[in-house]
């Protein structure tokens, strides 16, 4: 640890990457708080190239006159590679009340700044916090236009030097009387990495292209990384997430021929040569691992395939596979156990999260099927998964994609949404592009073979999707909705047209008709989480519940509910029933949701935002005109968000969403996330919720939980939990679904496997 090197201070969260050699890695970590309103718990989380968590410590709240707090980690490195710590700081999502350090006796590591994420453009200011002593930003300058800005310099100072990484002097900032400067590079070659931002008084709001603020052109969008120390710097940006996953827990039957997918990475500019070797542990038999690759050449930004191939060993057994580009090297470790996997047995809500540990690391899941999105089931309870450009259904002992039958020259573009929805007879339907523009896809009963039907418009469109009791004889009915005006005061409120369509199958060929307008003020729909029903049927009647923007100066309660009936036969459409206020107003989280049970009674929950959810029952079956029950809350002071709703063959209603807890047990400070689930048995009240999966951090958190039924009652959870952090965030590469299953109404939970998708199909049509 070097002792004469000062504590730099910063703000925001974010972390540190090492790049350690094998001997003990020490990482001194120093907080202060900044306000006596508002004093912040600072959590740091230790981790090795594995995500392996080593040390995950809290440095509790203070003030700004008292020392610097400090914490002292520790951790013995066998085997060189890219650690990391992570801070994050409870209610202080961007590090605004706080400012931190840290000193280490590892050479070679680099700063992320990385806060909680804000509904904005993103950007990671960098904000110095010690002015009574020099220092540096060194940096990686983009080759394009390049402009620096500061703000918050002490004035009296003196100027702040930009030199290259020869020390030759590119610019001077000079502070003007408030404090601020800017400079502009054009486009052109850099001299060499790092750039320095020399400060004679370490104090200021620092803003770079290419480092704090991106756009989609850019080399490395959302990778704030800098250094304080020119010397620490080391080449993470070009081989950022080279080897993912970072580990995997793989469980077996001894004997057991396996094959384990890791995915190589080029993250640079320029073509790279990546060698793999497997590190097994003395003693270890021949062909028990084996590489289907040694060296990878990667063209830039091209990630390949590689195999571990594995014999599962009667006893418990590790590896490392390790990846080296050039100096830099990293590894992911591998851990064979014997046995069925944790993830195959019941489970008693809830699934703790905690961090760097999901699904695999805790429980071995290692789904074999496709987690893209949801799982849908047909009328024979065969199931659909909708991936990024196909549909899947299981087919011959295989998951195969729809083959789309398309004129000659038109190309078939990405899925859309994330819905599958069916007619009585087995057909399939799901939501494509033709052209870049909007299509339905349609997968007749038996076979994958597809035709895909263009529709006018380019909104969002919603389908109507099995949720326990309903199936439309034919193609099912959906919604578009298109903005007609947005809101520049308030971010979540725009204005939409909310027409349906009715579309049907003529003579072969499907027909999308006419649309029926139901609004012009509708707030939109909000289904990333939760994945609400907007439209339910039964025979002739199509029942669509929508919410409405509203008049900001009217002070509205909240989000108006309606629910309106079509009527097939009539072809009228009835008054709209208002349900209930979702508050607040004027926000399209509020999305509400609709479903119907056995008797054909409409079930409505109105969409709230961080409040309690609403709930009515319509007092005649399969009719919104013929009244409703009192709107009721659906539990008392509830900090709810994104509805997700089935009925199940006992009309039991099921509900999933974002909840918000207190966890003293968990966190010292902060309010948590969790998924949660409460029920409503047929006639009676709402149950507590159920917490079922709780989040690894505090403050902001979102699930993307997406919850359906199959055709005998199980319910099926979808979900990829997000954290705030980006530092979090972006460490994994893609996402994390995992597919919950519950055989018993929730009371217990187990990690899907194939059979559970698979086993259950009925007669096939």
Known sequence: MSEEKPVLLVGGCGGVYFLAA???????????????????????????????????????????????????????????????????????????????????????????????????RHQEPIVLGSPDRPGEVCFWPQPDALSIELRSLPVQAGAVTCVDAAGTVLATLAPDAN???????????????????????????????????????????????????????????????????????????????REIDFRVHNNGLEKATVDLSLECPPGTAPGTAELSATRLTLEPRQAQTVQVRLRQPAGEWNCRLRARRGSFTTYSTLTLRPGPAPAASAMTPPLVLTPYRHENEQFGYLPDYPTASQVYFDPANRPYVLTADSLLSWRNDAWRPAEVSLPAGVAPGAMRGSKVAFD??????????????????????GGTAAT?????????????????????????????????????????????????????????????????MISRLSIGISDHSGIPSSIVSRGARVHVIWAEATDPEAKAPGVPTYVATYDRTTRTLSEPA???YGPPANDVHNTPCITMDSKGYLHALVG????????????????????????????????????????????????????????????????????????????????????VILAPFTDYSVFYHRLTID??????????????????????????????VSDDAGKTWRLAAGADLTGAIDAAP
């Open 424 to 445: 009585a007879a087995g057909g399939a339907y799901a939501l494509t592009s033709l052209q870049g523009a909007p299509a339905l896809l349609h997968v007749p009963a």
């Open 578 to 580: 208002l349900i209930g």
């Open 22 to 120: 094998p001997g003990e890695l020490r990482v001194e970590v120093h907080k202060r708080d900044r306000s006596a309103e508002r004093p912040t718990w600072v959590r740091a989380v230790l981790f090795g190239p594995d995500r392996a968590v080593l040390a995950d410590e809290w440095l509790p709240a203070g003030s700004a006159e008292a020392p610097l707090q400090t914490l002292e980690l520790r951790t013995a490195v066998a085997n060189e590679g890219v650690y990391g710590l992570m801070i994050s700081a409870a209610n202080d999502r961007y590090g605004n009340d706080m400012r931190w350090g840290f000193r280490t006796n590892c050479p070679r590591y680099l700063v992320e700044t990385s806060r909680g994420h804000r509904d904005a």
């Open 452 to 516: 895909a039907t263009p529709l006018e418009g380019r909104g969002h469109f919603d389908l109507e999707n099995f949720s326990g009791h309903n199936l439309p004889d034919g193609p099912p009915p959906f919604v578009r909705v298109t903005r007609t005006a947005t809101d520049p005061k308030l971010i979540w409120r725009s204005v939409n047209d909310l027409e349906l369509f009715l579309p049907e199958n003529r003579d072969g060929r499907l027909v999308i008709g006419e649309p029926v």
């Open 608 to 691: 709230t935002h961080g409040r309690t959810f609403k709930y009515a029952r319509s007092l005649q079956p399969n009719d919104s005109a013929g009244g409703w029950t009192t709107t009721e809350d659906v539990g008392p002071n509830l900090s709810q968000t994104y509805v997700g709703l089935v009925c199940d063959r006992d009309d039991t209603l099921h509900l999933v969403f974002r909840l918000w807890q207190q966890r003293p047990e968990r966190f010292p400070s902060g309010s948590a996330a969790c998924l949660a689930h409460m029920t409503k048995p047929a006639g009676q009240p709402w149950s507590a919720p159920q917490p």
């Open 711 to 740: 055709r005998r009652g199980r319910l099926f959870l979808s979900y990829d939990y997000w954290s705030t952090y980006w530092f979090y965030r972006t460490d994994h590469l893609g996402g994390r679904r995992a597919l919950l």
């Open 179 to 257: 404090g601020n400067a800017t400079h502009a590079f054009p486009a052109g070659p850099r001299a060499g990495a790092p750039w320095r931002l020399r400060f004679p008084s370490y104090y200021a709001d620092i803003a770079i292209d290419g480092v704090t603020r991106w756009d989609e052109r850019d080399d490395y969008p959302n990778l704030s990384l800098w250094t304080p120390d020119a010397s620490s710097w080391f080449a993470l940006h070009e081989s950022r997430w080279l080897l993912t996953p970072y580990s995997r827990q793989i469980y077996g039957q001894p004997g057991t021929a």
